[in-house]
C-alpha cells in the first residue's frame, strides 16, 4: 500500500463530510463524484480553469467533462489504484473554489 | 429548419473533410466527435481553454470531457436539433488549434 492510500479509518473520518457536501461515491471504482451547476459556460469554464491550476500545481488531475454551465468531476488516484488523501484534500479544495471560499 | 441547419448538400461538400481529418459521427445522434491526445494535461488544458475562448466569442460551446492528456470533444447545435454550419466551421477552428495553426 502507498503511503497515502486511505485507510478505513481514514475514509470512516473524511468521506461522510464529502458525501454530506454532494460528492458520491462511483458505482463501478473507489472514486469520488460530483456535478457542479453554473450560471453559465463562462462561469463553469472560469471554475474549472481554477481547478486546472490547482491540479497542475499538485501534480494531481480530474476526470472531467463540460457541457454548457454543467460540470461532473470524478477523482480517483491511478497510482494507487482508488481514492488517496491526495483526492479527499483535491475534492475540498474543490468545494472551496465553487463557493468563493 | 433555422437558416444554418446542414442540408444534404451543406453535408457532402462538408463532412468528408472533417471526417478524413479525424473526426467521426456520433452513432446515437447528429454530433461530430474527435478525440485529441497532448504531451500532458498542461498542453491538454491549454488547447481547451483556447477552444473555450472561441466557444464563448462564438457563443457555441462544445460538449467534452479530458482525462490527463486526453480530450474528447462532441460538437452539435442544440438549438436545431444536430448538425449546423456552427459545427463546422468550430470544428475546423479546433482543427486549426491543436495543429497550432
Redesign the interface.
Known amino acids: 500500500m502507498t503511503k497515502d492510500q486511505l485507510t478505513e479509518a481514514d475514509r470512516a473520518e473524511a468521506l461522510p463530510e464529502l458525501l454530506a457536501a454532494g460528492w458520491t461515491m462511483a458505482e463501478d471504482r473507489d472514486a469520488l463524484q460530483r456535478r457542479f451547476a453554473f450560471k453559465d459556460?463562462?462561469a463553469a469554464?472560469g471554475w474549472m480553469?481554477q481547478v486546472?491550476l490547482l491540479?497542475?500545481k499538485f501534480n494531481h488531475?480530474p476526470?472531467?467533462?463540460?457541457?454548457?454551465n454543467r460540470v461532473e468531476i470524478t477523482l480517483t488516484s491511478h497510482d494507487v489504484g482508488g481514492l488517496s488523501q491526495r483526492d479527499v484534500t483535491f475534492a475540498r479544495k474543490i468545494d472551496a473554489i465553487a463557493t468563493g471560499k
Open positions: 459556460f463562462r469554464f480553469t486546472a491540479a497542475e488531475h476526470e472531467w467533462s463540460n457541457t454548457y
